[in-house]
């Protein structure tokens, strides 16, 4: 019975198509499902960064389009590099990059080491743990701008009861030095969780059989830790450091919604200035030769970390 559907099928293929089919190759069949995702792929994605190299090496400008296109060669990838403007950019966008997978990580693995101890509410306090990164990017910018407000936001009364300083004192969105911090604790509040994920998988990975083993060469649990815990949960560490990474180079949605790249430019990171000079000041070619280095920095960045975790993940 389960067959009928196939034989109609097989009936009501013309005899002609049939028989190409049935000389085609296992390969060739495979090619054929293949190949629609392949041109999806070059259409989405390999056109766009051809066009957009071609575009680097140019002064063209979306809101001219009656203007003559001119080849300039190197001199926007020149003037980018020369500009003092695009490396503050570069060092608040490290600032944010560096302390985010740093706090991630670091309290990622712990809480990931305290839900892998099983206890009596476990599912519940791992579901209230998971649920900030459930949220959009603009409705975590939107809560923590509520909660950096000097009047009435909880954030700074939390600070006041543990230094006594005066809660309407300080603005977290709203003062140089401390603006790229609060953009520090948003992210890491909402990214925490997918850290401690991929850290808890990791941790469960780990045979019981291999710290009983040590237990039974009267290894201390802080020695276990070191020499067991920490050596085969690395490998997952560092894959979440590359997601994180990777994500947090190109933020833009919760910054942008947070403080808008403020106050100046003290949260400008890469993304934000891109955006910028693509659709606000419409220098096509200067910002396509911009985006090109941001690609080339990440990729070859990310080359690199990948063969170090393929040699951790070798040994």
């Known amino acids: 019975m389960k067959n009928i559907p196939i034989e109609k099928i097989a009936a009501a293929t013309p005899e002609t198509v049939a028989q190409r089919i049935r000389g085609l190759s296992d390969r060739s069949i495979a090619w054929i499902f293949v190949a629609p995702t392949i041109f999806l792929l070059l259409a989405i994605n390999i056109f766009p960064l051809i066009w957009t190299i071609w575009l680097s090496f140019t002064n063209s400008r979306v809101n001219r389009p009656n203007r003559d296109v001119e080849w300039v060669g190197l001199r926007n990838y020149e003037r980018i590099l020369s500009d003092s403007d695009i490396w503050n950019t570069m060092q608040a966008t490290a600032h944010f990059l560096i302390w985010t997978i740093v706090l991630q990580v670091l309290i990622g693995f712990f809480l990931a080491f305290l839900i892998n101890k099983k206890f009596r509410g476990n599912d519940l306090w791992t579901t209230i743990i998971v649920f900030p990164m459930m ?75 291999i710290y009983e083993a040590a237990e039974c060469d009267r290894a201390s649990k802080w020695r276990q830790f070191w020499t067991i815990t920490i050596p085969m949960v690395l490998p997952f560490l560092m894959l979440a450091v590359l997601f994180r990474g990777i994500e947090n180079f190109k933020m833009f949605d919760l910054v942008v919604q947070l403080t808008g790249g403020g106050p100046g430019n003290t949260t400008t990171l890469t993304s934000i200035d891109l955006k910028r000079e693509a659709f606000e000041k419409w220098r096509t070619g200067y910002s396509s030769a911009y985006a090109v280095i941001l690609f080339v920095t990440v990729f070859g960045l990310a080359s690199i970390y990948v063969k170090a975790l393929n040699k951790v993940k070798e040994r």
């Open 135 to 209: 949220l959009s990017p603009a409705v975590v910018g939107n809560f923590w701008t509520f909660l950096y407000q000097p009047q009435i936001g909880l954030f700074n009364y939390v600070i006041a009861f543990f230094t006594g300083v005066d809660p309407a004192s300080f603005s977290m969105i709203g003062d140089v030095n401390l603006a790229p911090w609060a953009i520090v604790i948003a992210d890491t509040w909402m990214w925490t969780p997918f850290v401690m994920l991929i850290c808890l998988a990791g941790l469960r990975s780990i045979p019981n059989s």
